[in-house]
């Protein structure tokens, strides 16, 4: 009998990864097919409609829903490098989007300041960072000094701000002239990105510049380096001298800002007003964002990217073959668990190991 | 005596095991005969743990075959796992105690056994672990969990263990590592004991006192080979070193007599907890001078750990004073020490010393990332990063493909040379020269091989010749007595005396290790 | 409040709360053997649609359990392949569960219902209350415990067995070993590897029931979004319950009862005004509370903390 073992890589492959995301992709691609197929479809036709779609004729709406995707996978990126497990993107980006509304509809009232983008974009900035951070920051206090596991209350805190969101906006911040349907007031004018064409706001600048800024912090600091030790071994970290409580804090407000600007910029770039359809996902898919791109802030805009297009390809499908826009879900799910499983590959090497001799068991 | 023409109980025939860049086991030849006690003897990194390990089918060899006593012929086994092995009656007392802390005593002695009825019955099960108990005198409670014994105590479990399945083939993995001399020799006697009813015992060993002692026959591992299988009755301490290392060894190492300075550490009556929240340090207090080596000796578990995570300011104290050049530093963060030129080889490389997954170059600058030249202001400087652990590399001769190597991938004694350069180096850098810097080093040669154990104590002499106030942890007398102006014992975590090294008696250490002599 | 209403209430509460025992105990067991699977979610979800489906086109809800067990033991046998075999990160992988579950519990949503059709709205077979004779008539508990689905039932043998296998039973002695030290259980022979591989499946398969029992007995039929969080609340009870069967039991009650005042507050919403989406968070702000009290409990009694070697990979022959 011949039976294949892993054995450990002495030297990481360094472009091996790629190879990987690309297998993984053409996988989930096979497996979506089975769906298609099953849903009726012609499999071939759909994927042909989902990349035009995405890369072609709507690769404006690609660019759209990348930018929140941006902020959020950087988000997890941040927090993740420090095996600090911030699941709680998508409640950060809601409670930002809140604070954005909030600063856009009622600050103007309360203080008299130039009526310009230029004032007004930075506040609202600010808030939705204060605000997402905010948010991060109670778990990672529980997390720093009770050990309270931050999984669990990280996604809680997603339930509890996006019902709250619900509530402001169906009921608080309700607009009275809105003839009933849910929905706050439009913000102002002078507190909307600028956008460039068709739907494309100035927001994926702002992403860019973000990703730019964390690479950064992460590979050229003193922070980052604290980080780095942390996420490998936080007893050495607190060896070599490192404030774990300090890092654990910093690295969340950090990762709870990140997801507090993605809320900002649908805020302030698409949709205007607090309604239903901020919390549609965007912070749950910073996860698959963040760990595609290996954790890695330039990474993470080409697969924000490339997920925004599966998104766009899905809202397509559903549009005009009437198929279920949750294949774009389902086919980036299944990326991530191909990827997860074929990353072995960059780590180990498979060798086929024959047992030593052929011999019968002794009686 | 031992029957010289008793039957062979298992053999192993050109056992060959290799791991991804290291050939651990080359061809070994070894055979064990019934009622005998067989030593294992080599260096760390020899292979005895390896060849052993295949034995108990926690390995698998490459090459090779194993032939077992059956049905009194000798046939080739397979053993692809431990069960195979405990089916065929081999069983392992490794060094780290295959022991579930959160489980009794009995409930441990059945694990993995498949003759154990689906529904426990317990009280049958503690009976026949007391009559096990009393007929091979290892006295131990079946009810008790394993968190609540002392490290003696798990011992016998683990030997109880191996005898509850009905092994007559016993390997022990270094047993006496963790146990004082007294203990040890009681030990021989319960070996001595099985023996006789008819087991075959595997003692694996470095320690050649012990294996004249104890054994009735040796096998000599070195870089994987069998070099010799000897009787001990025709040998020597002497013959056996040699075939150990490849070449006459000196059991001395030159000490120049010490120059003593200030005093730069001083506890005072300081007591601490451990990990569970139970008392690990029991108002010690000791002083250690400029120039000066103090040894800490002790059982494993007895607050060495402790103690040298409280004067490195990683563990709380509870009561007591802990000063460094007469500065109170007792509650200052671990960063505070580290500014005062505390400087700490800690015992676990991969767990506290090193973060395994990142670059050599990231890990020589632990002590020193925020700080001019390594950094500037928030920004690091790569440029001076490396060029930082190029010259600790150099200077240290630390075998390393290159800076971004991932210091996992180093070999033990690799790992220790970096850590002990980075560590002396921050030491002098924060003292500046001018006042002595304190080094911790716990366990600072364990699992290294002679080359790097020789590199490692000079590198400790040529530090206290220079001034450094050093604190050494050890679980290996000779290597205290060799290095130290001062020995003191921790049991229980009391320091039970402090003796000269130069007037110490090993007698009287062992008793005040075994907690039966405070002076 | 008079009796009836408190008899109404915690009736309501342990339907609500079976689900949960079941998804719990499922994970209970998949984490005391070290994997940790926070696919929970997912496989909730895909064992609450795809059960539905099953009995709604076989016309028996209880093949819709078995399919949604096997499901869930699918859904577990994958996490097992990922985390085991090819020693993918635990906490992602079962993160990745979740996110491909619920797409895939969506679209199938829209796509296994009658000629291709949605099961939106749709009505299937569904477990109804069955009276216990005799027992059901004891006051105040008779009407709670013993007038409830088949399901409920099921959950207190599923209650009793769980307690049993884990704590007086050799395999039992095994689940526990190998998830606080694994080197140890397989230096005496306990097949770590298979048994991690079993008890994923199992406690996919428990977990897959939890999801069925709310599509075909608490909430019948099907609507997305269905599982709401539970999954999630799944993994906070497990904490709360210091991985015993037993006192997952308490901790879904409270849960469940929280459900329950949430209904009784929403139909009667008259003199209390309190929105229903600040009523929703209830359960959710409670799971934080409950996570950070059992923190600051365990942290003064070792033993009954997680499992020692939960979530870490082993592998017999890498040597650190």
Not at chain 1, 146 to 171: H, P, R, S, W
Not at chain 1, 209 to 214: D, E, G, P, Q, S
Not at chain 2, 242 to 259: A, D, N
Request: glycine residues 10%; charged residues 15%; hydrophobic residues 50%.
């Amino acid at each position: 009998m011949i039976h294949l073992k892993f054995e450990k890589r002495l030297e990481q492959s360094r472009y091996s990864f790629v190879g990987v995301l690309v297998l993984s992709i053409v996988l989930a691609l096979l497996f979506g097919a089975l769906l298609l197929a099953y849903a009726g479809a012609n499999p071939f036709v759909a994927y042909a409609e989902m990349a035009k779609s995405a890369f072609y004729s709507d690769w404006k709406e690609t660019l759209v829903k990348a930018t929140p995707l941006i902020f959020t996978g950087l988000s997890v990126t941040v927090a993740f490098r420090m095996r600090f497990w911030n699941i709680g993107a998508e409640g950060q980006l809601v409670v930002g989007g809140l604070a954005a509304a909030g600063a856009a509809l009622f600050l103007p009232e309360i203080v008299t300041l130039p009526e310009s983008p230029w004032v007004w974009i930075p506040i609202m900035m600010t808030a939705s960072i204060l605000a997402g951070a905010l948010w991060a920051l109670i778990p990672a206090l529980l997390k720093a000094f009770l050990g309270v596991n931050e999984i669990i209350t990280t996604l809680m805190f997603n339930y509890i701000a996006i019902f709250y969101y619900q509530f402001l906006y169906t009921d608080a911040w309700k607009d009275p002239a809105g003839r009933g349907f849910p929905g706050s007031a439009r913000i102002p004018s002078f507190t909307k990105l600028p956008r460039f064409t068709g739907r494309v706001h100035l927001g994926i600048v702002i992403a860019v510049i973000a990703a730019i800024l964390i690479w950064v912090i992460m590979s050229k600091t003193r922070q980052g380096y604290e980080f780095r030790l942390i996420g490998e071994n936080p007893t050495a970290a607190r060896y070599a001298g490192v404030n774990l409580f300090r890092n654990i804090i910093l690295v969340m407000i950090l990762s709870g800002g990140m997801a507090g600007l993605a809320g900002f910029s649908e805020i302030s770039g698409v949709s205007f007003k607090l309604q239903q359809g901020l919390a549609v996902g965007y912070g749950f898919t910073g996860i698959i964002v963040a760990w595609l791109a290996r954790l890695n802030p330039f990474g993470v805009i080409l697969v924000a990217l490339l997920l925004a297009g599966l998104l766009v390809g899905g809202d397509e499908l559903q549009m005009s073959m009437q198929l279920p826009a949750a294949v774009g879900e389902v086919l980036q799910g299944m990326i991530l668990l191909f990827v997860l499983g074929a990353d072995i590959f960059t780590r180990y090497r498979l060798r086929v190991v024959q047992p030593p001799v052929a011999l019968t068991s002794g009686d | 005596m031992p029957d010289t023409s008793a039957p062979i109980a298992v053999e192993m025939r050109g056992i060959t095991k290799r791991f991804p860049g290291v050939l651990a086991n080359h061809k070994v030849d070894f055979a064990v005969r019934v009622g005998e006690i067989h030593a294992l003897l080599g260096e760390n990194g020899a292979g005895k743990s390896t060849l052993m390990s295949v034995l108990c089918g926690l390995y698998q060899q490459d090459e090779g075959k194993i032939l077992l006593a059956q049905k009194r012929e000798l046939s080739p086994v397979q053993i692809h796992s431990p069960s195979d092995a405990f089916d065929l009656g081999i069983g392992m007392i490794h060094q780290h105690f295959k022991l579930i802390p959160t489980q009794t005593v009995a409930e441990n002695m059945i694990l993995g056994l498949k003759d154990t009825p689906f529904n426990l019955q317990m009280t049958a099960i503690e009976n026949r672990i007391r009559d096990l108990a009393d007929r091979y005198r290892l006295e131990v409670d079946p009810r008790a969990y394993i968190w609540q014994l002392s490290v003696g105590e798990r011992q016998r479990v683990e030997i109880l263990k191996v005898l509850y399945r009905g092994a007559n083939i016993l390997i022990l993995d270094e047993p006496t590592a963790v146990l004082t001399p007294q203990e040890a020799d009681e030990l021989g006697a319960v070996m001595r004991n099985m023996a006789s009813e008819g087991k075959a015992l595997i003692f694996i060993s470095h320690k050649l006192d012990e294996i004249m002692a104890f054994a009735d026959r040796v096998t000599v591992l070195r870089s994987g080979e069998n070099v010799a299988t000897v009787e001990v009755s025709n040998s020597s301490k002497t013959e056996l070193a040699q075939l150990m290392v490849g070449r006459p060894v000196l059991f001395t190492i030159e000490k120049p007599p010490s120059q003593l300075g200030d005093v730069v550490v001083a506890m005072e009556k300081v007591s601490a907890l451990n990990d569970k929240g139970l008392p690990a340090l029991d108002n010690v207090s000791l002083e250690i001078r400029s120039g000066e080596i103090v040894g800490i000796a002790g059982v494993a578990g007895n607050g060495q750990r402790e103690l040298a995570e409280v004067v490195t300011g990683l563990r709380p104290t509870t009561t007591g004073r802990i000063t460094i050049r007469n500065r109170d530093m007792t509650h200052q963060p671990p960063y505070q020490f580290i500014q005062q030129g505390v400087a700490h080889v800690p015992g676990d490389r991969l767990g506290m010393g090193l973060a395994g997954n990142l670059p050599v170059s990231d890990n020589m600058i632990m002590k020193s990332y925020n700080r001019e030249p390594i950094s500037s202001g928030i920004f690091l400087r790569n440029q001076m990063i490396r060029t930082f652990a190029q010259n600790l590399v150099k200077a240290f001769q630390v075998l390393t493909p290159n800076l971004e190597t991932p210091a996992r991938n180093l070999s033990g004694g690799n790992q220790q040379k970096a850590i002990l350069a980075r560590e002396i180096t921050a030491g002098k850098n924060l003292t500046k020269g001018d006042e002595p810097p304190f080094l911790v080093t716990v366990y600072p040669t364990r699992g290294l091989d002679v080359g790097a154990i020789e590199t490692v104590r000079r590198e400790l002499l040529e530090q206290r010749a220079q001034g450094v106030a050093i604190l050494l942890i050890s679980e290996q007398l000779d290597e205290l007595l060799a290095l130290s102006d001062r020995i003191a014992v921790l049991h229980g975590g009391e320091i039970m005396g402090i003796v000269d090294a130069a007037e110490a008696d090993i007698e009287h250490l062992g008793l005040m290790m075994a907690g039966e002599l405070h002076i | 409040m008079n009796a009836d209403l408190i008899i109404s209430i915690l009736s309501i509460a342990l339907v609500a709360g079976t689900s949960l025992v079941f998804a719990t105990i499922g994970e209970i067991i998949t984490e005391r053997s070290g994997i940790l699977n926070l696919g929970v979610e997912g496989i909730m979800i895909m064992g609450a649609v795809i059960g539905f489906a099953a009995a709604f086109h076989s016309e028996s809800a209880w093949i819709g359990v078995v399919v949604a067990m096997l499901v869930g033991g699918l859904l577990g046998f994958v996490h097992a392949f990922l985390t085991i075999t090819l020693r993918a990160e635990q906490v992602v992988t079962g993160l990745a569960l979740t996110i491909m579950g619920t797409g895939l519990a969506s679209f199938l949503g829209q796509e296994l219902g009658p000629e291709g059709g949605a099961l939106v709205g749709l009505t299937g077979p569904r477990f109804t209350e069955i009276s216990i004779p005799i027992l059901s008539e004891i006051p105040i508990i008779g009407p709670i415990v013993f007038n409830q689905d088949i399901l409920v039932y099921l959950m207190y043998v599923v209650v009793i067995a769980a307690t049993y296998f884990l704590y007086h039973t050799r395999s039992g002695l095994h689940l526990r070993a190998i998830g606080e030290s694994p080197q140890t259980a397989d230096a005496m022979g306990v097949d770590v590897f298979r048994l991690r591989y079993l008890y994923t499946i199992v406690g996919g398969m428990l977990i897959g029931l939890g999801g069925a029992h709310l599509s075909l007995a608490y909430t019948p039929g099907w609507s997305e979004n269905l599982t709401g969080g539970r999954g999630w609340i799944v993994i906070a009870l497990v904490i709360f319950a210091s991985w015993n069967p037993w006192r997952a039991v308490v901790g879904a009650l409270l849960f469940g009862g929280v459900n329950a005042i949430q209904f009784r507050m929403q139909a009667s919403s008259t003199d209390i005004a309190i929105p229903a989406t600040l009523l929703n968070m209830m359960p959710y702000l409670l799971t934080v509370v409950i996570a950070v009290l059992t923190t600051w409990m365990q942290r003064f009694n070792k033993l009954i903390g997680a499992p020692a070697a939960l979530g870490l990979p082993y592998n017999r022959e890498e040597r650190h």
